[in-house]
């Protein structure tokens, strides 16, 4: 017999069936002004897909059973093979029917960049796993576009729309997607002191077969079709394309000899592997590898700071949707003051991060405009150093008002902010790409003189004194510049996200953002916002954050 001990009262339903884009004004408008007007219906229909009860378990499936690697089948022969959920794959056929692994270079057209980091931002929101192999397929295109011989290959695979799980030759494939193996065990992201070798079995250059032999620490999502590679020939460092099955047919010997066990991004397999002769074509200039990956490394970061925004983002829902729900001491969580101004604080934190990932995928639409190169190279590292470290603090912040419920695993906070790390991590940590965003002023001096002068033509007070500040520190020392990089990013990043912030949102909304951001005594923890934030203009910042449908 059960008997009832109590009445479960004040509990707060899913969060579900709900549409992740028409509830999001802010992204609404900037895909509009961001030129990716024509995108929104399908955007519509993403977000309505994707906010299904359906659809979010996936995410939770994926990350509950998680990869699982075979070294040797049955008989004792070598597969070394890793072995997923079905979760995973109906993520990935959701990821590929989006274009979001090929989209702007299968179909290029003006807004295309705005357009896939829009679905990339909503997606994210469900699940960050799979976007692991889509971001690196993605970055890959251009790269392996310079290679015409062996493009011609792939191109068809590289922009299908249709998942392929089989682990089978790329012949024998519809669809392909390509991993990166970058670091190996004594350098990290030092690749100047990688090991791995790269002998020619013929020719030597470009376009020619090699053999690499050694090792990389971190391979991430081992069962794409085929990686890039960073090894060293006679001549240098140079990118190689090492595919998991020879062109002939055979298996590649890639030694799979472990999956990482990680904090977060679960669903995701990363891995270890030893390289004994795997065949890999040269891509690129022979010794010239790292100028090669930096092409891509600009389109990986872009996919750290949208996916850390979208994190921010679904967090941000999730407080909200719980605060409006919940009640504590008499009232409606929504409804005291300091969670309203703790609230506040997270959504203008989200609405500037959402506008400045949509602002910097503008700028790879445009790619001959002096000023956007300057967003695009300058703002990406600034942006992923900043906007990938806030998702931490904000994630934990939009958890503690969920309380203990946010702390367990079945609810959806805590696997939320064991994401959040990640993307501060991967292709570049803080330091590396804060010294990446003075080496970029230092290359282009008259596109960081463009931003400020951009800034300086803002109708805000505040963002004029920031562009005032940038000016005063850029004339620094440079072990000044270096010791201060990550205070100079700082203050660049904010004085970005407050001009885009007068350009795009409301005016007392924008006011409220530059200003908390200028405050000395706000911004340390959020829910810091001064008396000149009051309850009516709370009011509208959250209305206009979460929509009630």
Known sequence: ????????????????????????????????????????????????????????????????????????????????????????????????????????????????????????????????????????????????????????????????????????????????????????????????????????????????????????????????????????????????FVPRWRFDGSKNSIHIQRLKDKLGNKSNSSSEVEFHDAFGVMVGVEGRGIPTIIEMANLTRLDCVIGSAALMRQALCQAIHYARYRNAFGKQLIDQPLMRNVLSDLALESEAATYLMLKLAHALDQPNDPLQRAWKRILTPAAKFWICKRALEFTGECMEVWGGNGYVETGPMARLYREAPVNSIWEGSGNVMCLDVLRAIEKDPEGMQLLINQMNCSTSPAVKQMASDLETDINATSEQKEMNARRFTQKLVLAAQSLLMHELAPAEIADAFSRSRADSHGGRVYGTLNGAVGSELQGKILSRAFALE
């Open 1 to 240: 017999m059960q008997w009832q001990t109590h009445e479960v009262v004040n509990q707060v339903p899913e969060l579900t069936d709900y549409n992740i884009f028409t509830q999001d004004s802010a992204l609404m408008h900037a895909v509009s002004y961001f030129g990716a007007d024509w995108h929104i219906v399908q955007l519509k229909e993403s977000g309505a897909l994707l906010g299904r009860t359906e659809t979010l378990t996936l995410g939770e499936l994926a990350n509950r059973h998680l990869p699982e690697l075979q070294t040797h089948n049955r008989i004792g022969q070598r597969i070394d093979r890793v072995v997923f959920h079905p979760s995973w794959h109906q993520l990935l056929q959701l990821l590929l029917q989006q274009g979001l692994h090929a989209s702007p270079w299968s179909n290029p057209k003006a807004g295309a960049h705005v357009a896939r980091a829009s679905c990339y931002f909503l997606q994210s929101q469900i699940e960050s796993g799979s976007l692991c192999p889509t971001t690196m397929t993605f970055a890959s295109i251009p790269v392996l576009q310079t290679e015409p011989a062996l493009f011609e290959l792939l191109r068809d695979k590289l922009f299908s729309t249709e998942h392929d799980a089989n682990d089978v030759p790329i012949s024998q494939k519809k669809s392909i997607l390509v991993g990166m193996g970058m670091t190996e065990k004594q350098g990290g992201s030092d690749v100047r002191t990688n090991s791995t070798s790269a002998r020619p079995i013929s020719k030597e250059g470009r376009g020619e077969a090699y053999l690499l032999t050694g090792h990389k620490w971190f391979f991430s999502a081992p069962m794409c079709d085929a990686h890039l590679v960073l090894a060293k020939t006679d001549k240098g460092l140079s990118c190689f």
